[in-house]
């Protein structure tokens, strides 16, 4: 009885509703007579109870009805917020239903219009602070580089712009470069959110790398039969030629030592900088029965080996390219009717290695430009040949000086001096009245020369980025051959670089 009961009012009032429309006429009309718009009716939200229209009848959820008009009250200046609200058309503009100052093509941050292409405070967004040092370009924050630099610069966030020519601060012998932390020589590492080396730049660091060694001095020239340059003789200028120093590392070349009687010796080059250094060159040495003799060449330094690239690593490392040897010097002739012969060349001095460049970045490096970690060539550290000495009779010439020993610049440059001449001991007449022989034939005998330096080996490369491409170049190869480069590593995700631009000992690509 009570479950019949409760059902009886719900019907009653399901029937009531429909009634109630027919017998107040106003379905479908105003209270003046007109139609409403034909979304509109009670109940559907358009209409009020009274049957009057509500002020956004028509317009959507996103639109208001002002003034017979759907506007947007977010953007819209002559009723902005609200419909009775209109913002200054000469100055503001509407902007999250408020109105603001007309920024035109600019954006208003803080109550200043400003460019955030190119604000460094406003930089993409408002309060996107560039990091001092940098300055805002195209909505990015990029740190422009450029001149002499070495060790680790970390912009992380930021792009590193490289538009101008960068030189790698050659090694100086003191720093550990495992890591190339701050300030350390030798190499460079970038890390950032975007590298970028532009178009016709290059970061150099060829002969950065650990240095030659110098060049030995060269033998001195002899005085005549049986007779050798001792400190008793009056020849000042029979002198020995002294060994040249090394550079960052690299070991100092060696002096030429007396010989025996009818005997010259030159100094042996001095080792090549680094774990890989090329091996001086070995005296050498001109007996009574001999003419005059050259001196040896150093050996080219190595990557991760003595002579070519033995890397087989594949972690992020990379080294150094070691030093060449030094060259040693020359010996000079002897001969048993000639009493003055030249002082020998000293060797010259061996070239540096490259030192290493790493590129990481949190969303892409693009090579355009070049990248060159080579290690210098031996035909910039050539020792010189010693200088002729003259035919004059078995007393009156000297032997002439040995020459030094070439000193290893950050260049890889410098060559072994010259060997000075022999020349008379007494006036030329006074050799003609005794009878010294045929002093006015201009015969002559050259003494050695000395030894090149060697090649010094390529430096690493390591670029990183989920993003990578190389239009530009990449030379990390050796001075003396490719085969002693250093080694490029390339990481990356997604799709793979052009390796077709690298010249190197190994490279090596993978993902991460």
């Not at 017998?23 to 007109?34: A, F, I, L, N, Y």
């Not at 490719?482 to 000992?505: C, E, L, R």
């Amino acid at each position: 009885m009570l479950r019949r009961h409760l059902g009886i009012p719900a019907v009653v009032a399901l029937m009531a509703i429909p009634m109630a429309c027919a017998s107040s006429g106003s379905s479908g009309r105003t209270p003046d007579g007109g139609d409403h718009p034909k979304d509109a009716a009670v109940g559907d939200g358009n209409v009020k109870p009274d049957g009057a229209l509500k002020p956004d009848a028509g317009c959507g959820a996103l639109l208001t009805l002002c003034d017979g008009e759907c506007v947007d009250l977010l953007t819209n200046p002559a009723h902005c917020g609200s419909c009775d609200h209109a913002c200054d058309t000469n100055t503001q503009v509407c902007v999250a239903a408020e109105c603001q100052k007309d920024c035109g093509s600019q954006v208003l941050c803080d109550g200043i219009c400003v460019d955030t292409k190119t604000d460094s405070d406003n930089c993409g967004s408002c309060g996107n602070q560039c990091p001092n040092g940098t300055n805002c370009s195209d909505s990015e924050c990029v740190m422009h580089l450029g001149g002499t630099l070495s060790g680790r610069i970390d912009y992380r966030g930021v792009t590193v712009l490289v538009d101008s020519d960068v030189t790698v601060t050659p090694y100086n012998g003191s720093d550990d470069v495992t890591n190339c932390n701050p300030g350390e020589t030798g190499c460079l590492s970038i890390v950032a959110q975007k590298i970028v080396v532009a178009n016709g730049v290059t970061i150099r660091a060829k002969g950065s790398g650990y240095g030659g060694g110098g060049g030995g001095g060269g033998g001195g020239g002899n005085i005549g039969p049986g007779t050798n340059c001792s400190s008793s003789d009056t020849c000042s200028h029979c002198t020995l030629g002294s060994g040249g120093a090394g550079h960052a590392g690299g070991h100092n070349g060696a002096a030429a030592p007396q010989g025996t009687n009818g005997q010259s010796v030159s100094g042996a080059g001095g080792k090549g900088g680094g774990p890989f250094g090329g091996a001086g060159g070995a005296r050498a040495v001109s007996n009574s029965t001999d003419g005059a003799k050259n001196g040896h060449n150093g050996a080219s330094g190595g990557y991760a080996g003595t002579t070519t690239n033995d890397d087989t690593s594949t972690d992020e490392s990379l080294k150094m390219g070691s030093g060449g040897g030094g060259g040693s010097g020359g010996a000079s002739a002897y001969e048993h009717d000639y009493s003055s012969v030249g002082g020998s060349g000293g060797g010259g001095a061996g070239n540096p290695g490259g030192g290493y460049v790493k590129l990481v970045a949190t969303v892409e490096v693009d090579i355009q430009g070049t990248i060159n970690t080579s290690g210098r060539k031996t035909s910039t550290g050539n020792g010189a040949s010693g200088t002729d000495g003259r035919y004059g009779g078995y007393t009156c010439d000297l032997g002439g000086s040995g020459g030094n020993g070439g000193s290893a610049a950050a260049s890889g440059a410098s060559a072994g001096g010259i060997g000075v001449a022999g020349f008379f001991q007494a006036v030329y007449n006074d050799c003609i009245n005794r009878n010294c022989g045929d002093s006015d034939q201009p015969w002559s005998v050259n003494g050695g020369a000395g030894g090149a330096g060697g090649a010094g080996a390529g430096g690493g490369v390591l670029i990183k980025a989920p993003s990578i491409t190389i239009s530009g170049n990449i030379n990390a190869r050796g001075g003396s051959s490719a085969t002693n480069g250093g080694t490029v590593k390339i990481f990356y995700k997604g799709t793979a670089p052009s390796t077709s631009g690298i010249t190197a000992g190994r490279t090596y690509v993978t993902t991460y």
